[in-house]
C-alpha cells in the first residue's frame, strides 16, 4: 500500500499513515503533476490547495480513499470519487475549538477596541478615552445555531458572566436551559433580546442574508453582530450602512461572500468599529494537528480493511448490508430531503416503511440514507456515519417498518415526517428497473424524476393556473425542464399540486410572486443533492 500526501500537512499524519502503508510526502502539485504520479497510490491526503479534479480521480486506478485534513471538500470533485467508489472523508470537528475561541476572541477585540487602540498606540499615541469600550459582563450574547461551536462559545460566554439566548429551530428547549441559556422559539421575538450576536450556521437558503437591513431594525441600538461561520448570512451592505449610522455599535467578521477576493467588499471601506480578519476560525497549530490526525486515523483504518468515521460520501455499512438495497440509497436520500423541506418546525419522528422486495431485507441503509437527506436540508456536514448520531442528539425517533402489504412497485420506500407544526409524507420507488421516482407527496400520487431544484405549488384545481405560474417562472428567466400536475383520486377534489423540475435556483422573490397568484398557496422551492 501506498499513500501520498500532500500541501503541507502536519508531519503528524505521515507518522500515523505509516502503521498500515508507505507514505511520500511531497509538495502541492499542479493537476497534470499528480495525473501522472497517481496511480501508483492507494490514498491521497491533502488540504485546501490541490484540486483532486475527476482527470485525477480517474487516473488514480489504485485509489480506495481520498482524506481531506478540513472541514470542507470543495477542492474534491466527490461524485466522481463516488462514480469510482472511492471513500471520501474530512474532519469535521478538528477545529471546533478554534472556531470558538475565534468567535470569542473577536467579541472581544470588537468590545475593547483593540485593533485601533494597537494601531493608535504603535504610532506613539496615548488615546486612551478615544477607545473606552464596553464590558460582556451581564450582556446578553444571542447565539443562532447551537451546533458544537455554538455550544462551546456558549459555554465560554456563560462562565465570562454573560447571559444567553439561543435560537435554533433544530435544537430542543432542554438542551438550551442545560446551558442556561433562554430558548426563543421565534427569531423575531430574538432580535430585541440581544446587545452581542454571533452566528454558528451553514449557509442555505434558509440562512443567506438572514441578518439583514430589516432584521437589524429589530435590534437593539448599540447591538454587536459576530459571523465566524460563513460569509453571506449577514448582508455586508447593509450591516456597513448600520454600522455607520448608528444602529449597530461594532462588528466582527472573519467570513466573506467573495473569498479570498474581498476587494470589493463593502465592509473593508466601512467607516465605524469593526474588526476584520481573513477566515482565520480554524487556523491554529492545535486545529491544523487535529484535522491531519483525524483523516490520517481515517486513511489507516480503511487501508487496514476497517471504516471509516467521517465518510461524506458513502456509506460506512458492511457490504452485505449495502448491496441488496443500493440502487434505492439516492431516492432514500431524496425522499428525506423532499421530506424535510416541504415541513416546518422541528423535526418529532421520522417512519420509515418498506414494501415489495424492500421488506425482505435489512433497510438500515436506507434509514441512513433517509436520515442524511433530511438532516442536511437543515444542518451542513451531514453525511451517512454522522446522521443518526446527530439525529439522537435532536431526540428524533426513527421507527422502521417493513410490511408485506401489496404495493404498485418492485420496491417503494415511504417516508412520513412529524415535526412539532404537522406530518409530511413522501414516498420513493425504483421503476423499468433503474429510474428513481418520487411517487407520492401526502395525499398526490406522483411519478416525478428528483432533480437538484424543483418547486412544488398547491393550488385550487381551476382554469389557468398552470399558465399563471408558468409566466411568473417564464418572466424570471427560469427554464422549466418538466412539470407534473396531479389532483387527488377524489373526482370532486378541488386541490392539486403542480410538481415542476427547473433548471436553476428560485429565489425569494419568484416564490413571493406565485404566492400572489388566485388559487396558490404555499408554494416550496426544493433543492435535492440528486444525481
Given at each position: 500500500m501506498k499513500v501520498l500526501v500532500t500541501d503541507k500537512i502536519n508531519e503528524s499524519a505521515g507518522k500515523i499513515i505509516e502503521q498500515a502503508a508507505d507514505v511520500d510526502?511531497?509538495?502541492?502539485?499542479?493537476?497534470?503533476e499528480l495525473i501522472k504520479i497517481i496511480p501508483q497510490y492507494d490514498a491521497l491526503m491533502v488540504r485546501s490547495q490541490t484540486k483532486v479534479t475527476a482527470k485525477i480521480i480517474e487516473a488514480g486506478k489504485n485509489l480506495k480513499i481520498i482524506g481531506r485534513a478540513g472541514v470542507g471538500v470543495d477542492n474534491i470533485d466527490v461524485d466522481a470519487a463516488t462514480q469510482k467508489g472511492i471513500i471520501v472523508v474530512n474532519s469535521p470537528d478538528g477545529n471546533t475549538m478554534a472556531a470558538a475561541e475565534h468567535t470569542i476572541a473577536l467579541m472581544l477585540a470588537m468590545a475593547r477596541n483593540i485593533a485601533p487602540a494597537a494601531a493608535s498606540t504603535k504610532a506613539g499615541n496615548w488615546?486612551?478615552?478615544?477607545?473606552?469600550?464596553?464590558?460582556?459582563?451581564?450582556?446578553t450574547l444571542g447565539i443562532i445555531g447551537l451546533g458544537k461551536i455554538g455550544t462551546h462559545v456558549a459555554e465560554v460566554a456563560k462562565a465570562l458572566g454573560m447571559k444567553l439566548a439561543v435560537f435554533d429551530p433544530y435544537t430542543s428547549k432542554e438542551s438550551v436551559e442545560k446551558l442556561g441559556g433562554e430558548y426563543i422559539q421565534n427569531i423575531n421575538d430574538f432580535w430585541g433580546k440581544c446587545d452581542f450576536i454571533t452566528v454558528h450556521v451553514p449557509k442555505t437558503k434558509e440562512t443567506v442574508n438572514l441578518i439583514n437591513k430589516t432584521s437589524i431594525e429589530k435590534m437593539k441600538d448599540g447591538v454587536r453582530l459576530v459571523n465566524c461561520a460563513r460569509g453571506g448570512i449577514i448582508n455586508e451592505q447593509d450591516l456597513k450602512e448600520a454600522i455607520e449610522c448608528g444602529k449597530v455599535a461594532g462588528a466582527a467578521i472573519d467570513v466573506y461572500e467573495n473569498e479570498p477576493n474581498i476587494k470589493d467588499c463593502p465592509l473593508i471601506h466601512c467607516e465605524g468599529n469593526i474588526v476584520l480578519t481573513p477566515h482565520l476560525g480554524a487556523s491554529t497549530q492545535e486545529a491544523q494537528i487535529n484535522v491531519a490526525v483525524d483523516v490520517a486515523e481515517q486513511i489507516k483504518e480503511v487501508l487496514s480493511g476497517g471504516s471509516a468515521s467521517s465518510a461524506v460520501n458513502i456509506p460506512s455499512l458492511r457490504p452485505d448490508k449495502l448491496e441488496p438495497v443500493k440502487d434505492y440509497m439516492q431516492i432514500a436520500e431524496n425522499s428525506g430531503e423532499l421530506a424535510m423541506q416541504i415541513s416546518d418546525g422541528m423535526i418529532k419522528t421520522i417512519e420509515i416503511t418498506a414494501q415489495g422486495y424492500l421488506a425482505d431485507f435489512d433497510i438500515q441503509p436506507l434509514e441512513v440514507a433517509v436520515l442524511k437527506g433530511a438532516l442536511?436540508?437543515?444542518?451542513?456536514?451531514?453525511?451517512?456515519?454522522?446522521?443518526p448520531v446527530l439525529a439522537k442528539k435532536r431526540g428524533i425517533e426513527i421507527i422502521s417498518t417493513r410490511?408485506?402489504?401489496?404495493?404498485?412497485?418492485t420496491g417503494l420506500l415511504t417516508i412520513k415526517l412529524t415535526t412539532d407544526k404537522g406530518s409530511n409524507i413522501v414516498a420513493g420507488a425504483i421503476v423499468a428497473k433503474d429510474i428513481p421516482r418520487i411517487v407520492k407527496i401526502n395525499d398526490y400520487e406522483t411519478s416525478i424524476r428528483p432533480q437538484k431544484h424543483m418547486l412544488i405549488i398547491p393550488h385550487v384545481n381551476k382554469p389557468s393556473m398552470i399558465a399563471q405560474v408558468a409566466k411568473v417562472i417564464g418572466e424570471n428567466n427560469i427554464n422549466i425542464g418538466s412539470m407534473n400536475v396531479v389532483q387527488k383520486n377524489d373526482k370532486h377534489e378541488t386541490e392539486s399540486i403542480m410538481v415542476?423540475?427547473?433548471?436553476?435556483?428560485?429565489?425569494?422573490?419568484?416564490?413571493?410572486e406565485i404566492s400572489k397568484i388566485d388559487g396558490v398557496h404555499n408554494p416550496k422551492y426544493i433543492n435535492l443533492n440528486a444525481q
Open positions: 510526502i511531497l509538495p502541492t502539485m499542479t493537476e497534470d488615546d486612551r478615552a478615544k477607545f473606552t469600550g464596553c464590558e460582556l459582563f451581564g450582556k442536511s436540508s437543515m444542518l451542513e456536514g451531514v453525511n451517512y456515519v454522522n446522521a410490511s408485506n402489504a401489496k404495493c404498485n412497485f415542476i423540475n427547473i433548471d436553476s435556483e428560485v429565489g425569494e422573490n419568484v416564490l413571493s
